[in-house]
């Protein structure tokens, strides 16, 4: 998966693979803070998704600035 800016810049990005794989995981079992679940969604997919697509928005302001 790939945010990328109309230019074709790629902000951010993340293997599907890699995706599927940590949200197959249980919350407790996550040692990184990039995909942390929040209490907002239940679905671990859904929050995942949610996180990094705020990930990528906050990446892509330095290519947004005037």
């Known amino acids: 998966m790939m945010i990328c800016?109309?230019?074709?810049t790629v902000?951010?990005?993340?293997?599907?693979n890699y995706?599927?794989?940590?949200t197959s995981l249980k919350p407790?079992?996550?040692e990184t803070g990039v995909f942390s679940f929040s209490s907002t969604?239940?679905?671990p997919s859904t929050t995942t998704y949610a996180q990094f697509l705020k990930e990528?928005?906050?990446?892509?302001q330095p290519f947004?600035?005037?």
């Open 5 to 8: 800016l109309p230019n074709g």
């Open 19 to 22: 995706f599927l794989d940590i």
């Open 41 to 43: 969604f239940e679905d």
């Open 28 to 30: 407790e079992d996550i």
């Open 64 to 66: 947004l600035q005037p």
């Open 56 to 60: 990528g928005l906050r990446r892509a």
């Open 11 to 16: 902000v951010h990005h993340i293997n599907a």
